[in-house]
């Protein structure tokens, strides 16, 4: 084996240095473009001034978040003045938020009926549905479900509202199984259904026939089994309602339903092809549930609805990979009749995040704000008298120089979005101003609040920012219940 002298390695190791040196010199800041892939190498600039780090310290907004006592109202309605932000027990509701919901007087009026009906849902015995449809940023039930738990225990209401047909997402506030036969349709990303009929979920569920049996007349099987998670928030455990909702059944399908592995109902669907629903109801949470289908030529399952007998139901519909422009790809008919039987008097609109690395300039991004406009209008014609709320992005990073820093157009974005919510007459919630604005990620993920992609919340982080929006909400609600004392 050869050996090579000191000033051998020496002098090959200056050679690299000077040749790196020479590109450092000549690379333009932008990199160049060669045999159409833009290069980009260490410029001068970032080799002897590199960046700072700029973090945002975000120990004010922290420490003023209580998510604590979730199984508890957070406060009583008790007439006197309003709390102190962050109160847990006691007191009145709070008029403090951190970071309001920014509203007009379209949206005061649209809220403010919403907020009539809130207000009396358990007095009068009804029940009232809340959809928070969003991206890959709710997934699993992520914001939702605290939301859900705070609103449950502040107004009534059991249970984790619409669930989709087939769950993909892990999720801890309800456990789904299904058979390997079944397949899973959107109106997002991947495999389309033709018809459109998604209902309020914006995914279906189909079995695949299997076509020897299929031949011979013998009918395909395929099931769902659905049952409460033990690590869900405590009012999403509890529901004594189960509506199983289905369409496009065009050929005989028994259905069979099994709890703890007990028959208990045996129905045939409805073969005039159109959206129907069947409802169970027990005294007391069912436990597993098993929706065995039986035909050969399989219907559209739309989901399941899990209820308690009054109150707010509060649904999380999450889009990975939208940009909250789906909606038009819906049939608009069963999207309206699914949301009229559910009663949906909110929409909960968290989107902007998978448009924002693919923003280059600001004509793409009133591009975007447009689009988004169109489907709040859409949603508003096909559910009429429902308010509407919608979260911007969350700050999000990407490695510049070495360092991580705010996707550049964040802030006009938020700003079209909002502009373009109140033009419609949807309040906004600006979620990148509420957790510190710009180059405010760095410092959630450097404090486990957020992951190492710079995009997602963590499990501690999701809390505080489901909080910093609950106390938004909940100060909204506070300022109108004060308004009509004072009327």
Partial sequence: MKEFQPKSVLLFTLLVFSFLLLIVFSMPKGGISLLGVNWKFLSSEALFHPKKDKKKN??????????TNLDKPLIKHNGKSSGELGTAIGGDLST??????????????SLGSFFEK?????????????????????????????????????????????????????????????????ERLTAFWGRKLNSRKYGAMGSVGVF????????????????????????????????????????????PCLLKVFQNGQLIHEDSLITDGNAHSITLDFPGSPGKLKYLLSSTKSPVISGFSLEGDIGVQVSNVAMRGSSGTNFSSMDQRLFRDMHSELNTKLFILQYGGNTIPGLKDSSSVRYYAKSFKRQIQLIQSQVPGAAIIVIGPSDMSQLNDGIFESYRLI???????????????????????????????????DQGLAGSDYIHFTSKGTSIASQLFYDAFISAYAKWELKNQVE
Wanted: aromatic residues 12%; proline residues 2%; hydrophobic residues 35%.
């Fill in 58 to 67: 975000i120990d004010a907004i922290i420490e003023k978040v209580d998510t």
């Fill in 96 to 109: 403090n938020a951190s970071c309001d919901l920014e509203m007009n007087e379209q949206t005061n009026a």
């Fill in 118 to 182: 809130l207000k009396n849902v358990t007095a009068l015995k009804n029940k009232i549905s809340i959809f928070h449809y969003g991206d890959s940023q709710i997934e699993g039930d992520r914001m939702t479900g605290f939301f859900r738990q705070r609103i449950q225990a502040q107004f009534g209401g059991n249970g984790p509202g619409m669930i989709a047909a087939l769950n993909v997402y892990n999720t801890q506030t309800f456990k789904q199984t299904f058979s390997g036969n079944f």
């Fill in 208 to 251: 695949k026939i299997d076509s020897s049996q299929a031949f011979i007349g013998q009918e395909t099987t395929a099931w769902i089994e659905i049952d409460a998670s033990k690590n869900a928030y405590g009012r999403a455990r509890e529901y004594n309602h189960v509506r199983f909702y289905y369409n496009s059944c065009v050929k």
């Fill in 411 to 445: 802030p006009y974005l938020t700003n079209q979005m909002k502009k373009a919510s109140l033009e419609c007459g949807a309040a906004y919630w600006d979620l990148f101003k509420a957790m510190g604005g710009k180059n405010s990620m760095p410092t959630w993920v």
